[in-house]
């Protein structure tokens, strides 16, 4: 039912194209900004970005409150190791877009990360590390807080 009601909407916003057309352009990326900025908490890759900037010595102050499975059951240079992987991989493939010529092969690097998932980082993780960082977010075990004894 979803499906229909989705095809119905995009068929009557064919029909909408003069009324869209009169809304700004900055209120569109305004709205697009919330939305990205407003779906950050949550996401693992974003949660495992900040945990970069976290200092060695508070990161027994993540496990006291609600966290992530992965934070318990995988070490912390693993973790740090496959987000900055995944940040180098955002990046290249955000910049094949910036190049005029290598634009055509925007689909590229999405093709190559199939190869890279299967066969690169199980060389590089063990496969319960790897299930762990790489679950989907219906697949985690939402970490419970540890009490403090003192």
Known sequence: MSNLLQSLFVGVSVFAMPVIKKIPTSVLWGYFAY???DSLPGNQFWERILLLFVTPSRWFKLLEGHHASF???????YIIFFTIFQ?????????????????????????????VRQYILP????????RELDAAEYEEIVGAPRLSLS
């Open 123 to 130: 060389k590089m993780f063990s496969p319960h590390h790897l």
């Open 87 to 115: 940040c180098v991989y955002f990046m290249v493939c955000f910049g094949v877009t910036w190049i005029p010529i290598a634009g055509i092969l925007f689909p590229l690097p999405f093709f190559l990360l199939i190869l």
């Open 35 to 37: 939305m990205a900025i």
């Open 71 to 77: 934070v318990e059951s995988v070490p912390i240079r």
